[in-house]
């Protein structure tokens, strides 16, 4: 954790901790009032805990980077924003186009395997592990928005293959040619 994350964590205990004292003498003054005062004590006591909740949401839903630089928070927003513009950009560079009546948009770019895997590497896939494929060893990840990717050394064609795949079944697929890449 980072050292930020825990002033903003100390920061909250405290709040919470204040709330919760200022809270109880209420209630001790309204419990001598009697049956009155104990209701009015108990509508307090539930819009406490909501207050506390919403208290906690905050200082847990801050948009941070942990120290591994995943996302915690609300930066999966900003993170599948950066993703898309990167896979925008990926598919801008390959002329990635629909070449068939399937769910398939195809493109290509030069670089072979190793271009194939800077790109995958671009998109900060989260979940990332190593798969064996029929054309050898591949990785595998997913993208903020829900989408697979994946790089392999080969496809039917012979070349290394960067796919993604959206939950709605749609995928493109860039095909990596042997030359100079980027």
Not at 67 to 95: F, M, P, V
Not at 101 to 115: F, I, N, R
């Amino acid at each position: 954790m980072s050292a930020l994350a825990a002033t903003g964590g100390e920061f909250a205990a405290r709040e919470v901790a204040g709330v919760v004292a200022k809270r109880i003498g209420t209630r001790a003054f309204l419990g001598l009032l009697g049956p009155v005062g104990v209701a009015i004590g108990a509508g307090m006591l539930a819009y406490d805990a909501y207050e506390l909740y919403m208290m906690y949401n905050e200082s847990h839903n801050e948009a941070s980077e942990d120290d591994a630089g995943g996302c915690t928070g609300n930066c999966d927003s900003a993170k599948a924003e950066e993703q898309k513009k990167r896979q925008e950009e990926l598919e801008n560079d390959a002329d990635v186009s629909q070449q068939t009546k399937g769910k398939t948009k195809h493109g290509e770019k030069d670089g072979g395997m190793p271009e194939a895997d800077r790109d995958f590497d671009s998109l900060k896939p989260r979940e990332q592990k190593g798969i064996e494929t029929q054309y050898g060893p591949g990785r595998t990840g997913t993208l903020e928005d829900g989408s697979k990717v994946t790089v392999r050394p080969g496809s039917s064609d012979g070349r290394p293959t960067l796919q993604i795949r959206q939950p709605n079944g749609r995928q493109t697929e860039i095909r990596y040619n042997d030359g100079p890449g980027v």
